[in-house]
């Protein structure tokens, strides 16, 4: 099975930008579809974005688009989340997730194996 590991969070003023990364080892990343969740304290898991096995297509929630980009280097194992115009909303643990099954869920049920995840805190 794949480990997953995230990087890159931290505490940003709003207007500011951020970039995670999330390392895979194990198993090459290639083999899954990958996806971006958040979480913010007494919040359920939200969507960000996800994009498939080979990078050709990507999908972003509604409170991201614009704002967020998602991409992969599979030569390096890594998925990136840029987030560039953050606000305090952005403020959550952010998870990176593995789907084995392709489904391109916005759901957390829909991926198999998840990081431990990185704080993300945006100041206004």
């Known amino acids: 099975q794949v480990q997953l590991v995230e990087s890159g969070g931290g505490l940003v003023q709003a207007g500011g930008t951020l970039r995670l990364s999330c390392v895979a080892s194990g198993r090459p990343l290639s083999i899954y579809d990958m996806g971006w969740f958040r979480q913010a304290p007494g919040k359920e898991r939200e969507f960000v974005a996800t994009?498939?096995?080979?990078?050709?297509?990507?999908y972003n929630a509604d409170s991201v688009r614009g704002r967020f980009t998602i991409s992969r280097d599979n030569a390096k194992n890594t998925m990136y989340l840029q987030m560039n115009s953050l606000r305090p909303e952005d403020t959550a643990v952010y998870y990176c997730?593995?789907?084995?099954?392709?489904?391109?869920?916005?759901?957390?049920?829909?991926?198999?194996?998840w990081g431990q995840g990185t704080q993300v805190t945006v100041s206004s």
């Open positions: 994009i498939k096995w080979n990078g050709r297509t990507t």
């Open positions: 997730a593995a789907d084995s099954r392709a489904y391109g869920s916005t759901l957390p049920s829909g991926y198999d194996y």
